[in-house]
T-cell receptor, first 114, second 113 residues
Framework: KAGVTQTPRYLIKTRGQQVTLSCSPISGHRSVSWYQQTPGQGLQFLFEYFSETQRNKGNFPGRFSGRQFSNSRSEMNVSTLELGDSALYLC?????????????FGPGTRLTVL | GENVEQHPSTLSVQEGDSAVIKCTYSDSASNYFPWYKQELGKRPQLIIDIRSNVGEKKDQRIAVTLNKTAKHFSLHITETQPEDSAVYFCAASKGGSQGNLIFGKGTKLSVKP
């Protein structure tokens, strides 16, 4: 079974721009969660989508948004980029029958904001 | 909301020794506790997990213990090897529709040959 994939792997943007990141979950998984990883704050939960609905949301400003499509693929969008948004953005999928909590991570998208 | 504290932040051991990493959580409703290993430049990999109806779980050289009363759980690695060197993260979750993971800050484990 193919693992979680994320595109693009690297992005460089400038302040004020917006960016869209994509995540394809493991086949059969219906839940996709997004996390931000930085050296200072560690791994922080952004939001979770399940069956095209946002089910949970972390403590991030409204500039961070996401969506999920009917095939469970998910995108997250960050508008009006700030320098502090530079981070590794990881998505994780879960939902295999009998293992509902286990989350499997993608390789991440490294975003650099200049 | 849930808060997870992880100690120590760095740990250095000799090859063959044991390593122990400890985490405490604040929300008694949390019922799922995974551990992830992240090597430099790679994605976090799930190495073991435990649910609140179990006190201990073992997988070869790795074990996790959970004390629900004290709200803490620990990762034990025996007979450490250089390839165990990585950052280890603990996490807690309430499961189900509140299944988002709250992570500890991580422990950088170095195993010296």
């Amino acid at each position: 079974k193919a693992g979680v994939t994320q595109t693009p792997r690297y992005l460089i943007k400038t302040r004020g721009q917006q960016v869209t990141l994509s995540c394809s979950p493991i086949s059969g998984h219906r839940s996709v969660s997004w996390y931000q990883q930085t050296p200072g704050q560690g791994l922080q939960f952004l939001f979770e989508y399940f069956s095209e609905t946002q089910r949970n949301k972390g403590n991030f400003p409204g500039r961070f948004s996401g969506r999920q499509f009917s095939n469970s693929r998910s995108e997250m969008n960050v508008s009006t980029l700030e320098l502090g948004d530079s981070a590794l953005y990881l998505c994780a999928s879960s939902g295999a029958w009998g293992h509902l909590n286990e989350q499997f991570f993608g390789p991440g998208t490294r975003l650099t904001v200049l | 909301g849930e808060n997870v504290e992880q100690h120590p932040s760095t740990l250095s051991v000799q090859e063959g020794d044991s390593a122990v990493i400890k985490c405490t959580y604040s929300d008694s409703a949390s019922n799922y506790f995974p551990w992830y290993k992240q090597e430099l430049g790679k994605r976090p990999q799930l190495i073991i997990d435990i649910r609140s109806n179990v006190g201990e779980k073992k997988d070869q050289r790795i074990a996790v213990t959970l004390n629900k009363t004290a709200k803490h759980f620990s990762l034990h690695i025996t007979e450490t090897q250089p390839e165990d060197s990585a950052v280890y993260f603990c996490a807690a979750s309430k499961g189900g529709s509140q299944g988002n993971l709250i992570f500890g800050k991580g422990t950088k484990l170095s195993v010296k040959p």
